[in-house]
C-alpha cells in the first residue's frame, strides 16, 4: 500500500511538472513547414519555384540553382574550370519544357539543362543584348521551339535540339524608360502569355500566343491589376472596380462581371503585377498589405488568412508559388523569409481568449457546446466549431492547488465537475450558478489528499458514474436534488485510472497496473503485462483497447492478443486515450501527436495499420494531455493539448489516399558520388567493379508534406531473402560481392499509404579477373597443364629413378669387376706368387737347400699383399673420400713404398679444397693408377727424385707425378708389348679420369691425372 500511494504521489508531482503555469507557445491553425538556410537554402531571397515531372524542387536565388528532393537541397554554381556549369550563380527563372529539358534565365541570358543530365549550355551569346534590368522570360512553347522574351530586344524561338535562335517578334514603340511586364506565368504548351506595356495599371497588354504577339491597346484606361488565364480563350481581370470575365482578344470589355472586391488599393503598386497560382484552381493575389485569394471553382475572391501562417510584414514579399501534386503550396519569399509550405488543414483548432492556458479535461453536451477545464483555472464553454461563448468560474482553492480533472453533463442543463482536490461540483450552465456536492461523497480509509486520475461517464438519463478512492459511484438528480451511492468497490485498495461501462453489462475497471471486470457483482482480474494505464475503452464488437505508457494493449476473451508501440509503428509509446469512429478505427493521443489504428479487415496475415499525424498537419502541438478526449454525439472527435484543443470528424478529414512515387536521389560508391553529370532518378541500372562494391544509395517518397515521416522498404534480391522493416531512413548502403542484383525499393507517405508499384535498380558487381569466364577458361587450361606436367614430373622421376637404378647395378657391376681384376691383378698374383715361393720352399726343405732366403722373401711377399688388402678395403668402406684424405694416403703409400729405394727422394706438395671429395670407386682407380705410376718409377726409372703434387681448381682435381729418371719412348714401350700404360688407360677411362704422360729418353717421365669433383 505505501508502494502504491509512492507511485501516485510521484505521477501526480510528474504531472504538475509537465503541465507548467506561464505561457505555452500556441500553434497556428494551419499546417506550415519552413525552409531556411539554416535547412540548406542557398539565400533567403528565392525568385522561382518549379516542380518538374519527377516531382523535385527546383529553386533559383542570387547564389546558384537548387533541387529540392525532400531531404537536401542541391546546389548548382558557376564554376571557372567547368564549362559544363551554370554560367552565372544570379538565377532568375526555371522552365521545363515538355521533353524535361530545363531553361534557366538571368540577367545576362539563359542557359539549357537537357533532361537527366548535369550540366548546362549557355546561350547567351544568342542574344544581341548582354546586359538588361530585367532577366530573360519563357513565354511560350511549341513542339520544336522555346519562346523567350529578350528585353528589350523582343522575342526569340530557340530550336530545342540545334539550340539556334532567331528573332520572331519586336516589342511595340516605346517611350522613354517604359517597360514590359509579365503578368502571368508560364506553365505549360499552349498556355497564353500576358505582359502589359509600362508601369501604369492602366497600360496596354501584349498577348503572347501560337500566332505570335498581339498588341491590345487599353482604349478605356481600364485598370488591370491582375490577369487570371482560367481558359485558353478567356480569363478573369481583377480590376480596381470589380472582378469579371474577358474574352481573351479583348481583356478590357467585360463579359460577365463576378463581383466586387474591398480593399483593391492594396494591389496599386509598382512590382505586384503577378497572380500566383496554387492549389485547387486558385490564385494568390498578393497586395501591399492584404493578401487575397480567387476561387476558380465558385468565382469569388476572399482574404486569405495569411497571418495565420506568416507575419503580415511578409505579404508583400511574397515573389514565386506553386503547389505540388499533394495540395501543399509553396511560397517563396524576395528578400527575407525562405520557403514556407502551406498544406491543408486537417484539424480544426479552438480560437481560445487565452491561448496559454492549459486544458486538463474536455467533454460535451447533446447540443454541440463543448466545456474545458483549465490547469489551476475554471470551466471554459465553446459553440460547436470552437468559438469561445463563457467561463464558469470554481472556487478559489481549487485554481490554487487543484484543478478540474473530471466532467460530465447529467443532464441538458447541468455539468459536474471533479477537481484533484476530491471535490465535486454541480454547475448550472445556464446561470452559471456553483453548488458544492463534496458533501454526498463517501468517507475514504485511505490517506491520498487527491485523486490525479479520475474518470466520469453519463451511464442513465440523470445518471452518472465516476471514481473516488477505490469505489465506483453513481450520482443521481431527480427533481433538482442530487443522491450518490456506491456501484461496486474493488477487492484491493487501488484507485482506478478509467473505466467503462459496455452495452452488455460488464464494466472494465483500469488501475493504474491492474484490469478489471465487473459483471452480475463479481469481479473477475485479467492479467496484464507490467503497465501504466491510462484509458480503457470498448469497441462494438466486445474488444477491449487500454491505453497506457507501454502504448496500446487489445484484449479478447480476457487475454491480451495484440501490443502495439513504437516498433510497430505507433509515434510514441505514451498513450493517454483510444476512441472509435463511425468505422471502429481507433484515434488515440500521445506524447507524439495523435495515430489512427486501423485493424486490419479479416484478410490473413494482414496487420494493424498505423497513420501519425503532428504539429505539421494542424495539430495544436505533439503533446497531449491525461483525460483530454471527448467524442460528441455527432461522431466528432476532440483531443486537448498542451497549446489548445484540436476536433474533427474522421470521414471528413482531408487524407491522401493516392500512392507517391518513389525515386532514386543519391548514390555513392565508396564514399564518393556515382557519375555526378547524371541526375539519379533517371538511372536505373549500375555496373560496378568488385572494388567498387561499397554502395550508399538515397531514395524520396515524391511527397513532400511531412517527409521526415516517409517510410521505406528495400529488398536487394539476390542478396536479401525478404524486404526489410519499414524505416525512416531514407538511406541503405550494401557491401556487395560480384555478382547480379535488383534492389526493389516502397515508400509511403506521412499517412502511410505505399507506393503500389516499387522502383527498380539493377547493380552489376563484375568479378575480379580471375573470375571471369576467360579466367576460368585459362585456370582449366592452367590447371591441365599443370595435372600433365606433374603427371609428366611424376613419370620422368620414376624414369630417372629406374635409371639411377640400372646406372647403380651398372656402377656395382662395375666396381665388382674393378674389385675382381683388382684382386686378380694384385692379391691373386701375389697369391699365385706366395704359394709358387710356398712350393719352392717345400722343394728346398726336401732337397736340403737353404730355406732362409726364401722365407724372407715370403714374409715381404705376405706383408706387402696385406697392405694392399688393407688399402683396397679402405678406400671401399667409405662412400665419399675427400681429396685431401686421398693425397694424405698417397703419400703415406709412396713414403712406404720408397724405403725399398733409399737412393729416392719424395717430394710432395698440394693445394686443395676442402669442400673436395670422391666417390670410392673412383678413388680405388685412381689410387691404383698412382701405384702403378710410382712402382715403375721406382723399379725402372733409376731416378733419384719422385715428386707428387696435388691441387684443385675451377671443379677439378689434378695430380702430378713426376720423376728425374731415364725416361723412355711411348711409341717403343707400346712395341714392347708392356701393357702397364694401357692398364692405367683403361682404368683412367672407366672413371671418369683425364690421364696424360709426357717422358723421354734422358728427360725423366711425368704422369698428369685430371678429375671432376
Not at 204 to 210: G, K, S, V, Y
Not at 456 to 470: A, C, G, L
Not at 538 to 551: C, E, F, I, R
Not at 746 to 759: Q, R, T
Request: with cysteine.
Amino acid at each position: 500500500m505505501k508502494n502504491y500511494k509512492n507511485i501516485i504521489f510521484c505521477l501526480l508531482l510528474q504531472g504538475i511538472l509537465l503541465f507548467p503555469t506561464g505561457h505555452t507557445s500556441a500553434q497556428s491553425a494551419h499546417p506550415l513547414t519552413n525552409y531556411t538556410t539554416e535547412q540548406g537554402l542557398s539565400l533567403n531571397s528565392v525568385n522561382d519555384l518549379l516542380f518538374d515531372r519527377q516531382g523535385f524542387l527546383w529553386i533559383t536565388t542570387a547564389d546558384g540553382l537548387q533541387r529540392f528532393d525532400g531531404y537536401r537541397f542541391q546546389t548548382f554554381r558557376h564554376d571557372p574550370a567547368d564549362s559544363k556549369s551554370i554560367p552565372e550563380n544570379s538565377t532568375s527563372e526555371v522552365f521545363e519544357d515538355m521533353n524535361s529539358n530545363l531553361w534557366v534565365t538571368f540577367r545576362t541570358g539563359i542557359c539549357f539543362k537537357p533532361k537527366g543530365k548535369i550540366e548546362f549550355t549557355d546561350l547567351s551569346s544568342l542574344f544581341p543584348t548582354r546586359f538588361s534590368r530585367f532577366a530573360k522570360v519563357c513565354l511560350s512553347e511549341n513542339d520544336s521551339a522555346v519562346w523567350v522574351a529578350g528585353y528589350p530586344d523582343g522575342i526569340f524561338s530557340i530550336n530545342k535540339k540545334s539550340l539556334d535562335a532567331r528573332k520572331i517578334a519586336a516589342f511595340p514603340a516605346r517611350e522613354a524608360n517604359e517597360l514590359v511586364y509579365a503578368m502571368v506565368r508560364y506553365h505549360k504548351k499552349g498556355d497564353v502569355a500576358w505582359l502589359r506595356k509600362g508601369k501604369e495599371k492602366n497600360g496596354d497588354l501584349l498577348r503572347i500566343d501560337a500566332g505570335g504577339l498581339h498588341h491590345l491597346i487599353n482604349k478605356t484606361k481600364t485598370v488591370v491589376y491582375y490577369l487570371l488565364p482560367v481558359h485558353a480563350d478567356s480569363l478573369v481581370v481583377i480590376s480596381d472596380k470589380f472582378f469579371y470575365i474577358a474574352a481573351g482578344k479583348d481583356p478590357f470589355t467585360p463579359v460577365r462581371v463576378l463581383g466586387k472586391i474591398q480593399g483593391t488599393e492594396s494591389f496599386n503598386y509598382e512590382h505586384l503585377n503577378q497572380a500566383k497560382k496554387i492549389k485547387n484552381n486558385q490564385y494568390l493575389l498578393p497586395g501591399i498589405d492584404k493578401l487575397f485569394v480567387y476561387d476558380g471553382n465558385n468565382h469569388t475572391v476572399s482574404e486569405y488568412p495569411y497571418t495565420e501562417y506568416f507575419p503580415k510584414e511578409l505579404a508583400r514579399l511574397i515573389s514565386p508559388v506553386t503547389s505540388d501534386n499533394y495540395q501543399n503550396d509553396w511560397i517563396g519569399f524576395n528578400g527575407i523569409g525562405g520557403i514556407k509550405v502551406s498544406s491543408l488543414q486537417k484539424f480544426n483548432l479552438f480560437n481560445r481568449p487565452q491561448k496559454n492556458l492549459l486544458p486538463y479535461t474536455i467533454t460535451g453536451d447533446q447540443k454541440g457546446n463543448i466545456y474545458t477545464g483549465i490547469y489551476l483555472g475554471d470551466i471554459e464553454m465553446y459553440d460547436s466549431r470552437g468559438q469561445f461563448l463563457k467561463k464558469f468560474f470554481l472556487p478559489a482553492a481549487d485554481k490554487i492547488t487543484g484543478s478540474p480533472r473530471s466532467m460530465q453533463m447529467i443532464d441538458t442543463s447541468t455539468l459536474i465537475v471533479r477537481s484533484t482536490l476530491n471535490e465535486l461540483y454541480a454547475i448550472d450552465i445556464h446561470s452559471g450558478k456553483l453548488q458544492v456536492l463534496s458533501s454526498l461523497l463517501p468517507s475514504r480509509s485511505d490517506s491520498v489528499i487527491r485523486d490525479f486520475e479520475t474518470d466520469m461517464r453519463q451511464v442513465n438519463e440523470n445518471e452518472i458514474w465516476f471514481t473516488y478512492s477505490d469505489n465506483i459511484l453513481a450520482l443521481r438528480k431527480y427533481k433538482g436534488k442530487f443522491s450518490c451511492s456506491t456501484v461496486c468497490k474493488l477487492p484491493v485498495q487501488e484507485i482506478p485510472t478509467s473505466f467503462f461501462y459496455d452495452h452488455r453489462g460488464t464494466m472494465w475497471i483500469a488501475t493504474p497496473t491492474s484490469l478489471w471486470a465487473f459483471e452480475k457483482n463479481k469481479f473477475r482480474k485479467i492479467a496484464l503485462p507490467v503497465t501504466y494505464i491510462k484509458h480503457v475503452n470498448v469497441q462494438a464488437d466486445g474488444t477491449v483497447w487500454l491505453a497506457s505508457t507501454n502504448g496500446i494493449m487489445i484484449l479478447k476473451n480476457d487475454q491480451v492478443v495484440k501490443t502495439i508501440s513504437v516498433k510497430d509503428g505507433l509515434p510514441n509509446s505514451f498513450v493517454y486515450s483510444v476512441l472509435f469512429d463511425g468505422q471502429e478505427d481507433a484515434w488515440v493521443s500521445t506524447n507524439r501527436g495523435i495515430a489512427k489504428i486501423i485493424p486490419p479487415a479479416g484478410e490473413k496475415n494482414a496487420s494493424y495499420r498505423i497513420i501519425s499525424y503532428t504539429a505539421k498537419e494542424g495539430l495544436q502541438g505533439d503533446e497531449f494531455n491525461t483525460k483530454g478526449y471527448y467524442k460528441s454525439s455527432d461522431g466528432t472527435l476532440y483531443f486537448a493539448g498542451v497549446n489548445g484543443i484540436n476536433y474533427f470528424k474522421p470521414e471528413e478529414l482531408v487524407n491522401k489516399s493516392a500512392a507517391s512515387p518513389t525515386m532514386l536521389t543519391h548514390i555513392e560508391v565508396n564514399n564518393l558520388p556515382y557519375n555526378p553529370g547524371l541526375q539519379a532518378e533517371f538511372i536505373n541500372s549500375i555496373s560496378l567493379s568488385h572494388r567498387d562494391n561499397n554502395i550508399s544509395l538515397s531514395f524520396s517518397c515524391m511527397d513532400f508534406t511531412v517527409p521526415e515521416k516517409n517510410q521505406y522498404k528495400f529488398w536487394l534480391k539476390g542478396f536479401q531473402d525478404n524486404w526489410s522493416l519499414p524505416q525512416t531512413n531514407n538511406t541503405v548502403q550494401y557491401i556487395l560481392p560480384p555478382g547480379d542484383f535488383q534492389l526493389y525499393v516502397l515508400g509511403a507517405n506521412y499517412e502511410g499509404v505505399w507506393s503500389k508499384v516499387p522502383l527498380v535498380l539493377n547493380i552489376h558487381i563484375l568479378p575480379p579477373w580471375y573470375q571471369t569466364t576467360l579466367a576460368r577458361v585459362i585456370g582449366v587450361i592452367l590447371a591441365l597443364l599443370l595435372v600433365g606436367g606433374i603427371f609428366y614430373l611424376i613419370s620422368r622421376r620414376r624414369y630417372l629413378k629406374k635409371l639411377r637404378t640400372l646406372q647403380l647395378e651398372q656402377e656395382v657391376q662395375k666396381e665388382k669387376q674393378r674389385l675382381s681384376r683388382d684382386l686378380h691383378d694384385n692379391i691373386g698374383s701375389q697369391l699365385t706368387w706366395l704359394s709358387n715361393t710356398i712350393t719352392q720352399l717345400e722343394q728346398n726343405v726336401e732337397q736340403q737347400h737353404p730355406v732362409a732366403p726364401r722365407i724372407s722373401q715370403l714374409k715381404e711377399g705376405t706383408s706387402e699383399m696385406m697392405k694392399t688388402l688393407r688399402e683396397t678395403i679402405w678406400i671401399m668402406n667409405k662412400e665419399k673420400i675427400s681429396a685431401l684424405e686421398f693425397f694424405d694416403k698417397l703419400i703415406s703409400h709412396a713414403a712406404r713404398y720408397l724405403e725399398a729405394y733409399p737412393g729416392l727422394e719424395l717430394e710432395t706438395s698440394e693445394n686443395i679444397g676442402r669442400d673436395y671429395s670422391f666417390h670410392s670407386g673412383k678413388a680405388l682407380q685412381l689410387f691404383r693408377i698412382c701405384q702403378e705410376i710410382i712402382t715403375n718409377a721406382c723399379r725402372h726409372a733409376h731416378a733419384t727424385v719422385l715428386s707428387i703434387k696435388a691441387e684443385t681448381n675451377n671443379g677439378r682435381f689434378l695430380l702430378t707425378i713426376a720423376d728425374n729418371g731415364q725416361g723412355f719412348d711411348p711409341a717403343g714401350s707400346e712395341r714392347t708389348g708392356h701393357y702397364g700404360l694401357q692398364n692405367m688407360q683403361e682404368r683412367a677411362e672407366e672413371s671418369n679420369l683425364e690421364l696424360k704422360m709426357n717422358s723421354a729418353p734422358g728427360k725423366g717421365t711425368s704422369f698428369f691425372i685430371s678429375s671432376p669433383v
